[in-house]
């Protein structure tokens, strides 16, 4: 069965006591997962070692960076580089989050050379696509999404393919309040999972983990990973509220 991962992204929020006592009480709450369920935790910067920290007694517990560098080291004022992440045992990292698209102008090239040094250095990427409201209203979601990972991952071998985690994001249902349906995040997992197969094979697309990430809530979350293509969620703002989260945990499959 492919791991089934629920996905916290804390972006650009919570000051250090108040990421502590999250995290804490994450570690401390009645949740029991299995070998093929995880807990990732994409949180600051600053806050990595401490939260490695606090849940190194948790099983199936892992901390995730919100970003890295495309370049291993050098005069880059204010990035971080994979390597420096792999020296502080660091499990994942999110690539090509919407926001690091948007915002930052993060290209396909520069994605797909992050995707390459985190695996070198043994991180775990969850790469991020996903298209915006009028990709969708134009019916191109299929084709936009289809680039996205063509040009970003289809450099990879097979071997270092299964060593990634995939994370849809209807860029519409992002912090909207509005959440893709559940028949509409199936079809699209299902597309990129099509997508992969004819690349890669079933036997390899098969095993990629794929996450929902638009406005995942403790209400919808059970259904929404229900469905046979979605493999958990990449959570924001819900991932703030720890009795939120904690419920978004307990509907893996």
């Known amino acids: 069965m492919r791991k089934q991962i629920a ?128 990709t969708r209203e134009a019916n191109q979601q299929n084709v936009f999404v289809e680039t996205q990972l063509r040009e970003s991952l289809f450099h990879l071998t097979e071997a270092e393919l299964l060593k990634i985690v995939i994370a849809y994001e209807p860029i519409w249902a992002i912090g909207t309040g509005k959440t893709a349906s559940t028949e509409q995040a199936q079809e699209m997992h299902a597309h990129i999972r099509s997508v992969l197969e004819i690349q890669y094979g079933e036997p390899i697309s098969g095993q990629i983990s794929i996450l929902y990430g638009g406005s995942v809530k403790a209400g919808n979350a059970r259904e929404i990973f229900a469905s046979k293509d979605v493999d958990g969620g990449l959570v924001g703002g819900a991932s703030l509220i720890a009795a939120e989260f904690i419920e978004i945990i307990k509907a893996l499959k």
């Open 7 to 134: 996905a916290a992204n804390w972006k650009m929020n919570l000051t250090y006591q108040q990421g502590t006592a999250l995290l804490q009480a994450m570690v401390n709450a009645d949740i029991s997962l299995s070998e093929n369920q995880a807990a990732v935790f994409a949180v600051p910067f600053p806050y990595l070692e401490m939260a490695i920290d606090t849940i190194a007694h948790k099983n199936f517990f892992f901390i995730s960076a919100q970003n890295c560098s495309d370049k291993k080291s050098g005069a880059y004022t204010g990035e971080v580089s994979a390597e420096m992440l792999k020296s502080i045992s660091l499990t994942y990292c999110l690539v090509g989050h919407s926001e690091r698209r948007e915002y930052f102008g993060e290209s396909h090239k520069m994605l797909a050379d992050k995707v390459s040094i985190c695996l070198t250095n043994g991180i775990t990427p969850i790469f991020c696509c996903g298209e915006a409201l009028q």
